[in-house]
């Protein structure tokens, strides 16, 4: 890797993290930069970790058909990418800094959940891993939520607000159709027919239209499960179902033991609880964006 | 400074360093540097710096049937506001050992690497007390430096309560303001003392009166 040939190398600080990406073709950092700007700094900082990005050179061949070079990222020198889309790429790099900037996080309660502002109070909506969470919460700050989290959200144990981490979000690839105003990326098929498989890709709450909101207290938990094809409908949920479901989409239970049980409880014992069925994204969002002003109330700081 | 020209001094200097880098690395705890043991199912916190005395008033209070929490890092659970343990073996030198009638000779803590330590490691068993369980904190002692005439206790307001824990504290930056709204909420629900004077265990004695009023 050091007989490549870098043009350009971007460092970035991120919650105490430092890192740095460079690149041979310097317009692969252009795609980067729009979401990691304003975390620049001048140069790599101590203990930073190092994304290489190898561009591949796309080939025009007589008659005007391009060939796409292929492209590989490493992570120190581990390969974390190899393809032929470079905003893929920057997609594949995206989601390891988010990875990597709220893997230790601790001293949050740290939740697999969206986490969208209305009314000045959270919903946060726990949801198995897996595809469209990040489309959902897409499709509620384009409907005038605040933004706070697409697929990981942090309550802070002292307040029990619900924090989020300021990177764009990633979306899935066959969610993009959804969203107004938004170009659909290429989506490529494979000889079979069937598609291949696609990082989730950024998009910003700037390019959404929409805002960003504060860390705030929560206000209404709605369990989230995808079953595409059926009603989509809002039921109410609880008892050891709910903290069930809870408590499987928390990702530091390892840290907090028993007291993430009862923690979570409390949690649940003490605001709305639904389960939300979503067998179609848009119609979700609009449920859910008229149904939350009457289950958040009106919280107040 | 660490003296690392013996095999001791080294061994202390990697225990100490140890003993520290656990609470600054914890996250899910905001981690004091306070003595801390149990009474009656509240916790008591003991916030001091180094060689404060907060080890020698720690095993004098277990010895006194207070539940042993640690003498070292007190871990505030953010959820709940709790103290939890954190067991380490309580750290005297001779001259403290000496406030313990009989504990040197009771204790089991010499091993060849050891023999030539200047401390000595103490489980709350030598003391013939036991380890507490995660409490709520009722009461905030600080240990002072003035060691001359009868022990005494004076009472300490809760900004200046908040302001010295905040000051011990090991990773305060982790928790910012929250740490310092958490601290607070501790300080509001607990009675806030400084004892002065005395010796560790008339210290003890005296806290002892005056938590059972």
Known sequence: MEQLSWAAEDAYLIDEVPLSVRATDAAFLDLVRPYLGPFRVPQPLEGFRRFSANVGEDRTWPGGKVTRGISTLYLGMLRVYRGRYRKEMAGRLLSLVRDMVTDGQNEFFRVRAGAVVVNGGAVLLPAPPGQHLAGLVALLVQGGAGYVADSMAKIDPVLRRVHGTPLPLMVDEEDFSLLRG?????????RDGRRSVVPPLPVSVEELGGRWADPAPLGWIALVSFRPGEETRLEPAGGADALFGFTEAVLNLHVWQDRALL???????SMPVSRLVVGSLPEAADLLIQTAPSMVGEVTA | MADLSTLWGALRYALRDLHQLA??????????????VTWNGGAVILPAGMDVGKSSLTAALVERGFGYLSDEVAAIDPMFDRVYPFPKRIWLDDEALAFFPGLGERLEDRRPLTAQVGQRFIRPEDLGGALGTASPVRWIVFPGTDRDGPPRLTPVGRAQAVERIAENAFNLYRYADRGVILLSRIA???SILEVSGGTPPERAELLVEELAN
């Open chain 1, 182 to 190: 938004i170009e659909s990326p290429v989506v490529r098929a494979r």
């Open chain 1, 263 to 269: 923690f979570a409880r409390d949690l649940l014992e």
């Open chain 2, 23 to 36: 609470p600054k690395r914890s996250r899910d705890f905001l981690s004091v540097h306070a003595g801390a």
């Open chain 2, 188 to 190: 509001a629900e607990a």
